[in-house]
């Protein structure tokens, strides 16, 4: 059993930049892979990236966050970060953060825990 808390959402201009934090407890979250999805109003829940739970941190980005978003974690404090720049109007959504014990899947279903998600709003 995991719990996941999302937090550092906001309102910010185009352009600008948030972080995001997902703290973890329950499990041990080094065991888990995480990923960050988005759902926008009238539009399906959508993968942005994850990361392994391992020592080698392997990412995968969709590419909508390629190059301007980066995740991180920090085992240390049972968190995991998502660092959003050049944020886009298009980026304005509910932020989840969701994990998966091993595995690096890009599908809602493939994740076992969910938080309660942090809104973003990008202003034009």
């Known amino acids: 059993q995991v719990q996941l808390v999302e937090s550092g959402g906001g309102l910010v201009q185009a352009g600008g930049s948030l972080r995001l934090s997902c703290a973890a407890s329950?499990?041990?979250?080094?065991?888990?892979?995480m990923g960050w999805f988005r759902q926008a109003p009238g539009k399906e829940r959508e993968f942005v990236v994850s990361i392994s739970w391992g020592g080698g941190s392997r990412t995968n980005y969709a590419d909508s966050a390629k190059g301007r978003f980066t995740i991180s974690r920090d085992n240390a404090k049972n968190t995991v970060y998502l660092q959003m720049t050049s944020l886009k109007p298009e980026d304005t959504a509910v932020y989840y953060c969701?994990?998966?014990?091993?595995?690096?899947?890009?599908?809602?279903?493939?994740?076992?825990?969910w938080g309660q998600g942090t809104q973003v709003t990008v202003s034009s």
């Open positions: 329950g499990r041990s979250f080094s065991n888990y892979a």
């Open positions: 969701a994990a998966q014990l091993s595995g690096m899947g890009s599908l809602p279903g493939s994740y076992d825990y």
